[in-house]
């Protein structure tokens, strides 16, 4: 018995099995499972296929490098400076341009300081006092300029609060800064950015610049939204891009993003990969009253007398901020996820199939009878084993219940 078990087992390996369907005839969910379809089939072409391009393979890990230089001169002529003539040594930080670079369009120049003692600025809460002991002595002053002296220098009447006397580079900064840009000018500078991209998975190299021999090219070219390929930009053009007026936030200056995004499809030709530029402003422009606002720094020039005395000129640099952000993605025709995709899409299909089924069987008002056609119950014969007596003699046997009645009308005729 074991054996045939077995036997039975094994080449019940070798059977094919197959569903059994069932045809309703019900217009309702036909209908609903053709729409479902049809949705299913719409979303795999429309939006995996045509607008995601699910058969491609994709890469996102872009490398670039961005160089800069800026061209425009400015002339001013201030108290503190006298005439002067700005080009890009003097308002480019860092001189050397990168994915970051700051013009400067704003000052507050503080000329011919030196290390001595002076009156602290006014403002500053921790320089308040109303005697010496309230500036004890080589204790620095919080958000100050330098190192308190010990004496309270008063102005007026003698109960009249003072300021602390400090050592540091006197005289210290005026707080008062232009209300019009210096460098407002600044408006017509150009830039020049040059950016180079590659995909490392495809070996795709390009750059934003046009191909051609022609040397007047980029002395010629200015950038616009009909010309992707020529890299020369207006700085009061790119502020204006993103939303805001150049003379305004020179006063204070503020920080723009410039994004350039490559989406390449390398299934086509490697000349219907282009840069797209989007600009706009990352500082908080919405909050103008905020104590934050704007964007400005320090910096200073350092000279020596003809008695070796060190002194120099502090200037405190408002301006404008470019951060370039690059990004893009690159895909091209695979067969995996091709497959992978149109595998999804037949799973969505029998996932459809699935949810029509619950509404044929339990939503709808014949579902019981669909119910019934669909799932076919099966029960198991029992025999149970009963005692006959044949000529006198009892005998066992086990047989069906419709077999033990007959065999009894039998035994009893």
């Not at 018995?1 to 569903?19: I, R």
């Not at 109303?130 to 220098?153: I, M, Q, W, Y």
Request: aromatic content about 12%.
């Amino acid at each position: 018995m074991g054996q045939v078990a077995w036997k039975g087992m094994f080449l019940s390996l070798f059977d094919y099995k197959t569903e059994k369907y069932v045809i309703a005839k019900n217009k309702k969910v036909g209908i609903l499972f053709r729409i479902v379809q049809l949705s299913i089939l719409a979303y795999l072409v429309g939006w995996v296929f045509v607008v995601k391009k699910g058969y491609q393979d994709s890469d996102t890990s872009i490398q670039s490098s961005v160089i800069t230089k800026l061209k425009g001169v400015a002339y001013t002529n201030t108290s503190e400076l006298g005439e002067r003539l700005w080009d890009v040594v003097d308002y480019v930080i860092p001189p050397q341009g990168e994915n970051v670079f700051f013009v400067v369009t704003n000052l507050i120049v503080t000329p011919n300081q030196r290390q001595g003692t002076c009156t602290e600025s006014y403002g500053i809460p921790d320089a308040v006092c109303s005697k010496n002991s309230d500036c004890p002595e080589g204790e620095p002053v919080a958000a100050g300029n330098g190192v308190k002296t010990g004496r309270c220098l008063k102005t007026g009447a003698v109960n009249m609060t003072g300021t602390c006397e400090i050592f540091a580079w006197c005289p210290v900064e005026k707080k008062k800064k232009p209300k019009t840009p210096i460098l407002g000018k600044a408006e017509n500078f150009t830039v020049y950015i040059k950016n180079s991209i590659r995909f490392p998975k495809f070996n795709f190299s390009k750059t934003n610049i046009l191909d051609t021999d022609n040397d007047s090219f980029l002395k010629t070219c200015r950038f616009s939204e009909d010309d992707h390929y020529c890299p020369i930009f207006h700085l009061g053009k790119i502020v204006s891009w993103a939303g805001s007026n150049f003379q305004d936030i020179a006063v204070e200056g503020g920080v723009i993003g410039i994004q350039i995004e490559w989406n390449c499809d390398l299934d086509k030709d490697a000349s219907e990969c282009h840069p797209h530029y989007s600009f706009t402003r990352l500082d908080n422009k919405f909050t103008e009253k905020s104590v934050s606002s704007g964007y400005n720094f320090r910096y200073a020039k350092y000279y020596r007398d003809v008695n070796g005395t060190d002194y120099r000129t502090m200037i405190k640099a408002y301006g404008i901020r470019f951060d370039i952000l690059v990004n893009g993605k690159a895909g091209k025709f695979n067969i995996i996820p091709t497959i992978i995709n149109i595998g999804s899409g037949l799973a969505l299909m029998g996932a459809g199939a699935f949810f029509c089924d619950l509404v044929l069987l339990y939503l709808i008002k014949k579902s019981n009878f669909y119910r019934d056609k669909k799932f076919e119950e099966v029960k198991s014969s029992t025999k149970k084993p009963i005692q006959v007596s044949v000529n006198g003699q009892k005998k066992s046997n086990s047989l069906d219940t419709l077999d033990q009645l007959k065999h009894l009308q039998s035994v009893e005729t």
